[in-house]
Each structure stands twice: as structure tokens, then as C-alpha cells.
């Protein structure tokens, strides 16, 4: 089992960039697909990107892609989502998850642990 925090978060003008880290404690994160959801208030958690564990295949929601790129560093135990050409509409908290078999990174139920989130706030 992993457990995982995310940072990076913050407050930023749109067109602006950030990168969101999310970094793995305990063992096996190499066998760990990992994603990174969305939650903005009043709506429900949504997929952004995921990621598997070798980091070679990629996945991204229609309202992100082109703009955020997903990566892993699996010796630093860690996952990145570099995230550019910020508009108002991101605005939520970015939460990461870890799974083991995920054959479809969009569904929050293949995920079995998540992080605490980090809020990205961008204004206009």
C-alpha cells in the first residue's frame, strides 16, 4: 500500500502555468497507475489525467488536453501534472490516486488510495 500527498498548489492568473506534485511513500509505486481528479465546488469529482506505472501510456480529459501533461519519476517516487494555459474553469482541488489494475483511468472506483488534495485557483 502507498500513501500519497500532493503539493503544488496555488493561486494563479489565467494563462498561467503550475506544477502539481504527487509524492508516494511505501512500497511497489512503480506498480501503481496513477491519476489526478479534479473536484470544484458544488460539482462532482472528475478525471484530468492518468498515467500508468511504466509511465508509457497517458491518458487526458477533453477539457485539459493540449494544456496539461502528466509524468512519473518512479525513482523519486513521485508523479507530476504540469499544468499550462490555466483558465478560470480549472479552478478546483486536485486530488492524486493510486491503483493496481486500472484498465480505464477515468473511473474514481479502480482507484484504492488517495491524497488529502491541493486547491488551484485561477483567476481571471
Known amino acids: 500500500q502507498v500513501q500519497l500527498v500532493e503539493s503544488g498548489g496555488g493561486l494563479v492568473q489565467a494563462g498561467g502555468s503550475l506544477r502539481l506534485s504527487c509524492k508516494a511513500s511505501?512500497?511497489?509505486?512503480?506498480?501503481?497507475?496513477i491519476g489526478w481528479f479534479r473536484q470544484a465546488p458544488g460539482k462532482e469529482r472528475e478525471f484530468a489525467a492518468g498515467?500508468?506505472?511504466?509511465?508509457?501510456?497517458?491518458n487526458y480529459a477533453d477539457s485539459v488536453k493540449g494544456r496539461f501533461t502528466i509524468s512519473r519519476d518512479n525513482a523519486k517516487n513521485t508523479v507530476y501534472l504540469q499544468m499550462n494555459s490555466l483558465k478560470p474553469e480549472d479552478t478546483a482541488v486536485y486530488y492524486c490516486a493510486a491503483g493496481r489494475v486500472v484498465p480505464d483511468p477515468t473511473q474514481l472506483y479502480r482507484y484504492n488510495t488517495w491524497g488529502q488534495g491541493t486547491q488551484v485557483t485561477v483567476s481571471s
Open positions: 511505501g512500497r511497489a509505486f512503480s506498480t501503481y497507475a
Open positions: 498515467i500508468s506505472w511504466s509511465g508509457g501510456s497517458t
